[in-house]
């Protein structure tokens, strides 16, 4: 298998998409910030001096799904139907989860979209959270489900 963003004389491309049909589209990422028990304690009861982190940070992660496009080179604008981005609090592990999901009828997939979603989200949380613990940790960004398209659907158990 080549890569497909790269010609035969090894310059990069844009994905040619023209003779593909449109279908629905569908793609679940995931990923998770770990940060002191002080930290979460303040983001769960809402006590940041910065304001609502979980309420900015899931704007955040719609906004930056949406405009995907203008900050990976390659990708393609993508008119999407649908972004949700929601976080799933781990008060055992002062984990904050962030889930975002986004669909579209479309000639490409969305999956860079619903990564692009929990980075910017993740991100956010820890620029509004780093006056409290700058040793946060963001990980296990991943695509952990896919539909739509050739390649046809993904599934990836949940995990780090």
Same mark, same amino acid.
């Given at each position: 298998?080549?890569?497909?963003?790269?010609?035969?004389? =090894?310059? &990069?491309?844009?994905? +040619? %998409?023209?003779?593909? $049909?449109?279908?629905?589209?569908?793609?679940? !990422?995931?990923? *998770?910030?770990?940060?002191?028990?002080?930290?979460?304690?303040?983001?769960?009861? =809402?006590? &940041?001096?910065?304001? +609502? %982190?979980?309420?900015? $940070?899931?704007?955040?992660?719609?906004?930056? !799904?949406?405009? *995907?496009?203008?900050?990976?080179?390659?990708?393609?604008?993508?008119?999407?139907?649908?972004? &949700?981005?929601?976080?799933?609090?781990?008060?055992?592990?002062?984990?904050?989860?962030?889930?975002?999901?986004?669909?579209?009828?479309?000639?490409?997939?969305?999956?860079?979209?619903?990564?692009?979603?929990?980075? &910017?989200?993740?991100?956010?949380?820890?620029?509004m959270c780093k006056a409290?613990?700058?040793?946060?940790?963001?990980?296990?960004?991943?695509?952990?489900?896919?539909?739509?398209?050739?390649?046809?659907?993904?599934?990836?158990?949940?995990g780090e």
């Open positions: 298998m080549s890569f497909t963003h790269v010609d035969a004389k =090894g310059n &990069a491309v844009m994905v +040619d %998409v023209s003779e593909k $049909a449109v279908t629905r589209r569908r793609a679940v !990422a995931r990923g *998770t910030l770990s940060m002191s028990e002080e930290c979460f304690a303040m983001v769960r009861e =809402g006590r &940041a001096k910065k304001g +609502d %982190v979980l309420g900015v $940070a899931q704007i955040a992660g719609i906004q930056a !799904a949406k405009r *995907t496009s203008d900050l990976i080179p390659l990708c393609h604008p993508l008119p999407l139907d649908r972004v &949700a981005l929601e976080f799933i609090l781990h008060p055992a592990l002062c984990r904050i989860e962030a889930v975002c999901t986004v669909q579209c009828e479309g000639k490409t997939g969305v999956e860079m979209e619903a990564l692009t979603g929990v980075s &910017a989200a993740l991100l956010t949380v820890y620029d409290v613990d700058r040793s946060m940790c963001i990980q296990a960004i991943r695509l952990v489900e896919k539909e739509g398209g050739k390649s046809g659907p993904f599934h990836q158990e949940q």
